[in-house]
């Protein structure tokens, strides 16, 4: 007889008690229930509706200078455990925001690390980075001793497993001696600080546990802490670290060095179980998740494994005997079995749905209950915010012992189900739909929990250009999506000879990615399309669609079939590198990718003349060889003779920028001068000599402009400075100033995803990908006079992938939406305009998109 489906509640509602997110699940009928579902919102905006992104400069520089992680993967020639390291701790912070809590500050890390080290044989601690701040990352192993030999060993069989699953699936040395390892991440989000002192405190008690259990324990599993994942913002007492990046976000992009050094982590370390520690939802959240679930998944083991480890963790925490009337906590939520939708696992960007892909087949996102960031940090006295800290961290720390227990107890099970995992990968096996019948144990399993996809038989990037019909695209942007996927722990083969598959031919040098290796779901995660899911669920918790194949400015081609037996291939480590000078002539640089933008603004910072041709791209005279050749070193671009002189000449452009966090990092990468403003900038008295341009997307708002600051703008773009806007903020600049005569219309502001797109070339968009991003979309109607289209919404439904509906009324959907200008461009007067619907900077993400936003600042700017 089968197992009964509880019916799910229809409803996410929050209610406030204690200071904390309340999750109340309300049944169909309730008579409290609203009828229409709501969204939930789990990430509002990390400046604030009013403020811009003004993250200092030395930050993204550390980001962007990509040094990897120390090498944390092989043990081999490392010696054995424990490594005791010395840390040198960081100056006394008083400013630090954990103070006021009781918890651990910062700086307080490092002393109890060094004294932990000291107490026995177990605790060894390791940098595995730096933050964006410049803070150390600290990774503690706890784990009984081992000799060099032993430690090599235990790196052996955790390479056969990922490398030789068949094998290791029937090697009784790793049933029988493989050490479980379990990964805990901490304080990801800076301001949900609870789960570094919770690791410290079990770290200790691991450390002098006398026990039988505890050594049995350390002696059959490795336990990794990430003390502080987020250092920065543990200080500053933010979500993001000192880029203003949600790290929690970025795990598909790995834009910031402390989600490198996580995904080196993840890598090396090739953990089974996997917690990652936030705040604050009340009761305690922990996942598994609700619909929809990533299609890339063995979705049948991990939910199998994670449901079970949920269990666990709820019993601890509800064990702890806290209640609602003595403490303000309710009882734990389990997401997939008491909600319907809203906390979903579709995307690969946070932490515990991108460890899956490593082998990872229980993995958790824990929401510790009691509310102490934000307005509650400020309007709560002290001794009430560290009686919901004390809790928290009780909380926290019986979630991480019941998982430990969790994975010590079904450690032989786990590590089958890992090697299951590569397994399939490797031979190419299909996914097993989940269900009552497949995963045994798991209640109320529907068909709304059933995605799966369909594999191709490898991803070829073609050399110069692809054969499937996408066009030429940049060399530097295939070589850049090859290091991003070999980082990713992803297989990358180069042809060594020109090739025909799945109908096609392709040059020498193309790049393969055979889609039957351990880890192609995130192969697959990284390259495919995507799926348009708006039918499937009513709201999403994040971003529904990415592409890295069809928005990274790299050609890649899905072969579907085909025999690889006849592609002589060599397996990469690194791209190979493009930079390349033509030897005689004048010289182009197209400037289809941000690397290529980045080149041309290095160069005219060196006051090297570049001219702008007709289709965007840049010009450079034959004696600029010298320059050119030192920057297509640097930058890894290809420079190619031309007959073209060019026409008007490029300059310098100096951006005033009232932006997001990410779209600030990512015109620091592509090497603009760029100082932050916003209204509050501006109202303070703004040098307008400062600037060439204005970029507005968000924290500038005219209406709130005083009147020296308003007539300061006006006079800025009356003498010929430029303006870009991006969304419904920019859209409102230009109208408030009078600027393009244009009516932008706002689509649903829940929508995002890849979308279909067709570009008009020329200055802004030529060699612009056939693909782009939205996130709350918008197009721009009654367009006046002078107004170019630069770019349009694809016919039909131009969504290709992620989650765009209509609103009630059945307007702002992607019917509305096709056809229309997406990107337009002008010129009022002396100020030149471009305005973008599209979302072509988001988090650092869409790279071949960047391209459009640096060539409309140059084109407005000179």
Same mark, same amino acid.
């Given at each position: 007889?089968?197992?009964?489906?509880?019916?799910?509640?229809?409803?996410?509602?929050?209610?406030?008690?204690?200071?904390?997110?309340?999750?109340?699940?309300?049944?169909?009928?309730?008579?409290?229930?609203?009828?229409?579902?709501?969204?939930?919102?789990?990430?509002?905006?990390?400046?604030?509706?009013?403020?811009?992104?003004?993250?200092?400069?030395?930050?993204?520089?550390?980001?962007?200078?990509?040094?990897?992680?120390?090498?944390?993967?092989?043990?081999?020639?490392?010696?054995?455990?424990?490594?005791?390291?010395?840390?040198?701790?960081?100056?006394?912070?008083?400013?630090?925001?954990?103070?006021?809590?009781?918890?651990?500050?910062?700086?307080?890390?490092?002393?109890?690390?060094?004294?932990?080290?000291?107490?026995?044989?177990?605790?060894?601690?390791?940098?595995?980075?730096?933050?964006?701040?410049?803070?150390? %990352?600290?990774?503690?192993?706890?784990?009984?001793?081992?000799?060099?030999?032993?430690?090599?060993?235990?790196?052996?069989?955790?390479?056969?497993?990922?490398?030789?699953?068949?094998?290791?699936?029937?090697?009784?040395?790793?049933?029988?001696?493989?050490?479980?390892?379990?990964?805990?991440?901490?304080?990801?989000?800076?301001?949900?600080?609870?789960?570094?002192?919770?690791?410290?405190?079990?770290?200790?008690?691991?450390?002098?546990?006398?026990?039988?259990?505890?050594?049995?324990?350390?002696?059959?599993?490795?336990?990794?802490?990430?003390?502080?994942?987020?250092?920065?913002?543990?200080?500053?007492?933010?979500?993001?670290?000192?880029?203003?990046?949600?790290?929690?976000?970025? *795990?598909?992009?790995?834009?910031?060095?402390?989600?490198?050094?996580?995904?080196?982590?993840?890598?090396?370390?090739?953990?089974?179980?996997?917690?990652?520690?936030?705040?604050?939802?009340?009761?305690?959240?922990?996942?598994?998740?609700?619909?929809?679930?990533?299609?890339?998944?063995?979705?049948?083991?991990?939910?199998?494994?994670?449901?079970?480890?949920?269990?666990?963790?709820?019993?601890?925490?509800?064990?702890?005997?806290?209640?609602?009337?003595?403490?303000?906590?309710?009882?734990?939520?389990?997401?997939?079995?008491?909600?319907?939708?809203?906390?979903?696992?579709?995307?690969?960007?946070?932490?515990?749905?991108?460890?899956?892909?490593?082998?990872?087949?229980?993995?958790?996102?824990?929401?510790?209950?009691?509310?102490?960031?934000?307005?509650?940090?400020?309007?709560?006295?002290?001794?009430?915010?560290?009686?919901?800290?004390?809790?928290?961290?009780?909380?926290?720390?019986?979630?991480?012992?019941?998982?430990?227990?969790?994975?010590?107890?079904?450690?032989?099970?786990?590590?089958?189900?890992?090697?299951?995992?590569?397994?399939?990968?490797?031979?190419?096996?299909?996914?097993?739909?989940?269900?009552?019948?497949?995963?045994?144990?798991?209640?109320?399993?529907?068909?709304?929990?059933?995605?799966?996809?369909?594999?191709?038989?490898?991803?070829?990037?073609?050399?110069?250009?692809?054969?499937?019909?996408?066009?030429?695209?940049?060399?530097?942007?295939?070589?850049?999506?090859?290091?991003?996927?070999?980082?990713?722990?992803?297989?990358?083969?180069?042809?060594?000879?020109?090739?025909?598959?799945?109908?096609?031919?392709?040059?020498?040098?193309?790049?393969?990615?055979?889609?039957?290796?351990?880890?192609?779901?995130?192969?697959?995660?990284?390259?495919?399309?995507?799926?348009?899911?708006?039918?499937?669920?009513?709201?999403?918790?994040?971003?529904?669609?990415?592409?890295?194949?069809?928005?990274?400015?790299?050609?890649?081609?899905?072969?579907?079939?085909?025999?690889?037996?006849?592609?002589?291939?060599?397996?990469?480590?690194?791209?190979?590198?493009?930079?390349?000078?033509?030897?005689?002539?004048?010289?182009?640089?197209?400037?289809?990718?941000?690397?290529?933008?980045?080149?041309?603004?290095?160069?005219?910072?060196?006051?090297? +003349?570049?001219?702008?041709?007709?289709?965007?791209?840049?010009?450079?005279?034959?004696?600029?060889?010298?320059?050119?050749?030192?920057?297509?070193?640097?930058?890894?671009?290809? *420079?190619?003779?031309?007959?073209?002189?060019?026409?008007?000449?490029?300059?310098?452009?100096?951006?005033?920028?009232?932006?997001?966090?990410?779209?600030?990092?990512?015109?620091?990468?592509?090497?603009?001068?760029?100082?932050?403003?916003?209204?509050?900038?501006?109202?303070?008295?703004?040098?307008?000599?400062?600037?060439?341009?204005?970029?507005?997307?968000?924290? %500038?708002?005219?209406?709130?402009?005083?009147?020296?600051?308003?007539?300061?703008?006006?006079?800025?773009?009356?003498?010929?400075?430029?303006?870009?806007?991006?969304?419904?903020?920019?859209?409102?600049?230009?109208?408030?100033?009078?600027?393009?005569?244009?009516?932008?219309?706002?689509?649903?502001?829940?929508?995002?995803?890849?979308?279909?797109?067709?570009?008009?070339?020329?200055?802004?968009?030529?060699?612009?990908?056939?693909?782009?991003?939205?996130? +709350?979309?918008?197009? *721009?109607?009654?367009?006046?006079?002078?107004?170019?289209?630069?770019?349009?919404?694809?016919?039909?439904?131009?969504?290709?992938?992620?989650?765009?509906?209509?609103?009630?009324?059945?307007?702002?959907?992607?019917?509305?939406?096709?056809?229309?200008?997406?990107?337009?461009?002008?010129?009022?007067?002396?100020?030149?305009?471009?305005?973008?619907?599209?979302?072509?900077?988001?988090?650092?993400?869409?790279?071949?998109?960047?391209?459009?936003?640096?060539?409309?600042?140059?084109?407005?700017?000179?």
């Amino acid at each position: 007889m089968g197992i009964s489906r509880p019916s799910r509640p229809v409803l996410l509602t929050t209610a406030a008690t204690a200071g904390a997110l309340v999750l109340t699940a309300l049944a169909p009928g309730s008579a409290t229930a609203d009828p229409t579902p709501r969204p939930a919102v789990r990430e509002g905006s990390p400046l604030g509706a009013d403020r811009a992104a003004e993250a200092p400069e030395g930050a993204a520089e550390r980001a962007l200078e990509g040094t990897p992680a120390p090498h944390l993967g092989s043990d081999k020639g490392r010696g054995g455990y424990p490594r005791e390291r010395k840390l040198t701790a960081p100056p006394e912070n008083p400013a630090d925001k954990s103070i006021k809590l009781g918890l651990t500050p910062y700086h307080g890390i490092a002393p109890k690390l060094n004294a932990l080290q000291r107490v026995g044989d177990r605790v060894s601690v390791e940098i595995a980075g730096r933050s964006a701040g410049g803070h150390q %990352l600290y990774l503690v192993t706890v784990t009984a001793p081992e000799s060099a030999r032993e430690t090599a060993r235990q790196e052996r069989m955790r390479e056969r497993i990922e490398d030789f699953p068949a094998a290791a699936a029937e090697d009784k040395t790793i049933k029988s001696s493989y050490k479980t390892p379990v990964f805990i991440n901490n304080n990801i989000h800076g301001n949900e600080w609870e789960g570094t002192d919770a690791a410290l405190k079990l770290i200790e008690r691991l450390a002098k546990a006398k026990d039988g259990k505890s050594r049995s324990l350390l002696a059959h599993n490795r336990l990794y802490f990430n003390i502080t994942a987020n250092p920065d913002g543990r200080i500053a007492g933010t979500r993001a670290n000192a880029n203003g990046f949600d790290l929690n976000r970025d *795990f598909i992009t790995a834009s910031q060095p402390e989600t490198r050094a996580v995904r080196q982590i993840a890598v090396a370390k090739q953990p089974a179980v996997m917690l990652d520690l936030h705040g604050y939802v009340n009761g305690t959240l922990i996942e598994p998740t609700t619909p929809p679930h990533g299609e890339n998944y063995e979705y049948d083991l991990f939910l199998k494994n994670s449901y079970a480890n949920a269990l666990d963790m709820e019993a601890a925490v509800n064990g702890l005997g806290y209640t609602e009337e003595k403490d303000g906590v309710l009882p734990a939520v389990i997401p997939f079995r008491d909600q319907e939708e809203g906390w979903d696992d579709w995307p690969p960007i946070f932490t515990p749905q991108y460890m899956p892909f490593h082998g990872a087949v229980a993995t958790h996102t824990i929401e510790f209950p009691m509310q102490v960031n934000n307005a509650e940090y400020d309007k709560q006295p002290v001794p009430e915010l560290r009686r919901r800290a004390a809790v928290n961290v009780d909380i926290a720390g019986a979630a991480m012992r019941a998982a430990i227990d969790f994975a010590d107890s079904r450690r032989a099970s786990l590590i089958a189900d890992q090697i299951e995992v590569f397994r399939r990968g490797a031979t190419g096996a299909e996914q097993v739909p989940v269900s009552e019948e497949t995963v045994p144990g798991v209640p109320g399993i529907g068909p709304e929990d059933v995605y799966t996809t369909e594999f191709p038989r490898a991803y070829v990037i073609p050399a110069g250009g692809s054969a499937g019909g996408r066009g030429q695209r940049s060399a530097t942007a295939a070589a850049r999506l090859v290091d991003h996927l070999v980082a990713n722990d992803v297989r990358v083969e180069r042809a060594r000879h020109g090739f025909r598959l799945g109908g096609r031919t392709y040059p020498k040098g193309s790049y393969v990615v055979d889609m039957h290796q351990p880890k192609r779901g995130l192969a697959n995660v990284m390259l495919a399309d995507g799926r348009d899911i708006s039918d499937k669920v009513s709201t999403m918790y994040d971003i529904s669609g990415w592409s890295l194949g069809r928005l990274w400015g790299a050609s890649v081609d899905a072969v579907k079939s085909g025999d690889l037996d006849g592609v002589h291939t060599r397996e990469v480590r690194a791209a190979a590198r493009v930079g390349y000078v033509a030897p005689r002539g004048n010289l182009r640089l197209r400037l289809d990718d941000p690397r290529e933008v980045a080149a041309l603004n290095s160069l005219l910072e060196q006051g090297v +003349s570049v001219r702008r041709d007709r289709d965007g791209s840049a010009v450079l005279p034959s004696p600029a060889r010298r320059a050119a050749t030192a920057v297509a070193k640097k930058y890894d671009v290809a *420079f190619d003779a031309t007959k073209a002189e060019g026409g008007a000449a490029l300059h310098r452009t100096r951006v005033a920028a009232a932006v997001t966090p990410g779209e600030l990092f990512a015109l620091r990468e592509m090497g603009f001068d760029v100082v932050p403003v916003s209204t509050a900038v501006l109202n303070s008295g703004f040098d307008w000599k400062r600037a060439d341009v204005l970029f507005v997307s968000a924290g %500038l708002d005219h209406d709130k402009l005083n009147q020296a600051a308003r007539t300061g703008l006006g006079r800025f773009l009356a003498g010929g400075g430029g303006l870009v806007g991006r969304g419904a903020a920019g859209a409102a600049l230009n109208a408030d100033a009078g600027l393009l005569a244009v009516k932008a219309v706002e689509g649903n502001g829940d929508a995002n995803g890849v979308v279909r797109v067709a570009n008009a070339g020329g200055t802004v968009t030529g060699g612009a990908p056939d693909h782009s991003f939205v996130y +709350s979309p918008s197009w *721009f109607t009654d367009l006046g006079p002078g107004v170019r289209v630069e770019q349009k919404y694809g016919s039909g439904n131009p969504l290709v992938s992620g989650h765009w509906r209509a609103l009630e009324d059945g307007t702002g959907g992607p019917a509305d939406a096709a056809g229309r200008a997406a990107v337009v461009s002008g010129r009022d007067g002396a100020s030149e305009v471009v305005l973008f619907g599209t979302e072509p900077l988001f988090r650092d993400h869409p790279k071949g998109v960047f391209p459009q936003v640096g060539r409309a600042l140059l084109s407005v700017g000179g």
